[in-house]
């Protein structure tokens, strides 16, 4: 479970929806979820308890947003078919990233992973014949060398006018030479960069812990006072003698 993510309250708030569909649920349970629910969402207002992004797909979105400023109509290129690959192209699908190409030194690999991300498989050894459209490359390969490098890299960038260009190396050991910094409008980050961003967000979001439990805990004292008579008057002030 990670700190922040709203994943257990959609759970909650869908087996709720059940209960009360098939009206197993009373006055008292209901008025207990929709304080819940309205308590959820005072601490993601009031708090950073959501703030920024704790996993390396995530964190590449973020960085590609600031970069392009939107990514509909971006056009995206994985190469090699890893795991994380996957998942950092899907989360760039789902912010409105464009056109894909896979390719993978297995062009089975490639087309099957280009069919479930509805993109289009390309020759590993001709990748870089597609590479002028391409605004975000995402490489994962198992490769002893670099894939890509300055030498490489600079005419393709020409051929591209030079437009803004992200590089996320997601490989160990690396896939793209460092030295393509240096280069204008090229933007590299690696699988350390990534990590070391998505961990500084993540103690963000835990120094936030005490502050979202103390409104939860307010909340919960004030719900439970109107939902039990006994208590609510116990809460009250005695009278004056």
Not at 129 to 158: G, H, Q
Not at 186 to 191: A, D, E, G, Q
Not at 195 to 212: G, N, P, S, T
Request: glycine share 6%.
């Amino acid at each position: 479970m990670v700190v922040g993510e709203t994943e257990v309250l959609g759970q909650l708030k869908r087996a709720y929806d059940l209960a009360l569909q098939h009206n197993h649920t009373g006055s008292r349970l209901n008025k207990a979820f929709q304080k819940a629910f309205n308590v959820a969402k005072q601490v993601r207002t009031e708090t950073n308890i959501q703030r920024g992004s704790v996993s390396v797909a995530n964190v590449a979105v973020e960085l590609a947003e600031k970069i392009f400023s939107t990514l509909h109509g971006r056009h995206v290129m994985v190469i090699g078919a890893g795991d994380t690959s996957e998942k950092t192209a899907r989360a760039l699908l789902s912010r409105g990233a464009g056109a894909l190409l896979v390719s993978n030194r297995t062009y089975d690999r490639a087309v099957a992973l280009a069919g479930q991300l509805g993109g289009r498989a390309v020759s590993f050894h001709n990748w870089a014949r597609e590479f002028e459209p391409i605004d975000i490359v995402i490489s994962s390969t198992a490769a002893p060398d670099y894939v890509l490098d300055r030498v490489k890299l600079a005419p393709l960038m020409k051929a591209r006018q030079n437009r803004p260009l992200l590089l996320i190396d997601i490989a160990v050991p690396r896939d793209i030479e460092p030295e393509v910094n240096f280069l204008e409008n090229v933007y590299l980050y690696n699988i350390d960069d990534l990590q070391a961003i998505a961990q500084d967000y993540l103690k963000l979001r835990q120094d936030e812990i005490a502050r979202c439990e103390g409104i939860i805990r307010e909340k919960a004292i004030q719900t439970m006072a109107a939902l039990d008579p006994l208590r609510r008057n116990s809460t009250r002030p005695s009278p004056p003698q």
